[in-house]
């Protein structure tokens, strides 16, 4: 089956639609496909075709995104922790991804057409060396697309993402890349896979589960969630129209929440750079001796002046030190995806 579809709505679904389409719409709709194995014991059919199901779920959801203006979507295929589920089932499960991902490499033309970028989040070394190599692929293909990006998380969780970040930022400072002032949250969040995307606007999760399950957590801060009873598969437009609804009700306040941590954010990053400065405040001693001046008065206003001098400085240097470590981070990942992407299948 092709990953990506005409409009299949009936007519009252898309003058639903279209009244949406006049308030605010997510840009990130990120999304927990959840109860497939579910709809398979309640269908009596296999896990694998229940699976198969969700996938087919899956094109209907992204047609949807196409046709509602949203600009990225992101979806758990698979966490970190499914690896203990019995080898028949990961191995059909990798199966399918093998098969559906192949397709991906297929429908180019299509992809190029629709301006879609394919991304992966997750430890993909975890994967089958195969279909690391069909990632990749898939990965080079179709990265300077900008229409829709789709992010498929798999070998994924948020504790596995933090930790890879902090992996990377300590790394950073033992090559004298950065320095130890320069970590704040700005630094971590830039270092997650994330880094590129939208901010996640709207988690929808499935089968009447309540919880997060390690999807996302760092990122869904500010980010309206909604949950709904049917099983992935049974997931229908209307229930995706309920969830922009959701969104639209509550985005003056995700708006504001997110301002606010915006600005927490700018103080945190002043106060550390004037932390910065008051360490070294001996250079600051040494200039203000130098200028040889005995009123007192202007002794303050200019110490005062030269302390501003100093944090703007040091603002600018830890902007400049952050943002080459990033580029140089961005460059080893999407390196490791070409150098993957060189081998056979």
């Known amino acids: 089956m092709t990953w990506f579809v005409d409009d299949r709505r ?19 709709v990120a999304i927990i496909m959840d109860g497939n194995r579910r709809y398979a014991k309640l269908k009596n059919i296999k896990k694998i075709e229940g699976h198969m199901s969700g996938f087919d779920k899956l094109v209907e959801a992204l047609s949807w995104c196409f046709l509602m203006n949203v600009k990225e979507i992101s ?34 033309e299509k992809i190029n057409k629709l301006k879609v970028c394919i991304r992966f989040f997750g430890n993909v070394s975890l994967l ?3 279909l690391q190599v069909i990632i990749s692929k898939v990965v080079q293909m179709s990265k300077h697309n900008k229409n829709l990006f789709m992010n498929i998380c798999i070998a994924y969780t948020s504790r596995d993402e933090i930790t890879m970040a902090v992996r990377e ?52 801060n500010a980010t309206n969630l909604t949950f709904v009873k049917q099983m992935w598969p049974e997931f229908s437009v209307w229930n995706f129209y309920m969830a922009i ?12 929440l997110r301002d606010s941590l915006l ?11 004037k932390m910065s400065v008051i360490e070294n ?10 200028k040889e001046i005995d009123d007192q008065e202007n002794l303050q206003l200019l110490a005062k002046h030269l302390a501003t001098e100093a944090i703007d400085s040091e603002i600018a ?14 460059l080893k990942r999407e390196d490791a995806f070409y150098q993957l992407s060189l081998c056979d299948i």
């Open 75 to 108: 979806v758990y295929a698979f966490s970190i922790e499914n690896f203990k589920r019995s080898d028949d089932e990961v191995n059909a499960l990798f199966d399918l991804a093998r098969e559906k991902f192949q397709r991906l490499l297929d429908e180019k």
């Open 245 to 256: 609804l959701n969104f639209q009700l509550n985005h003056h306040h995700i708006e504001k």
């Open 169 to 220: 930022i300590s790394q950073g400072v033992n090559e004298q890349k950065i320095l130890i002032n320069d970590i704040n949250e700005a630094l971590i969040e830039q270092c997650l896979y994330t880094s590129n995307s939208f901010p996640v606007d709207l988690l929808v999760r499935t089968s009447g589960e309540v919880r997060l399950s390690d999807f996302l957590l760092w990122q869904c």
């Open 10 to 28: 009936t007519w009252i679904q898309r003058i639903f639609g279209n009244i949406l389409l006049n308030g605010p719409v997510p840009k990130h």
């Open 317 to 330: 240097c830890q902007k400049n030190r952050t943002t080459q470590f990033l580029s140089s981070l961005n």
């Open 128 to 130: 089958p060396q195969d």
């Open 263 to 273: 600005e927490r954010t700018s103080k945190d990053i002043a106060a550390s750079c």
């Open 281 to 290: 405040r001996k250079v600051l001693v040494d200039r203000l001796k130098n």
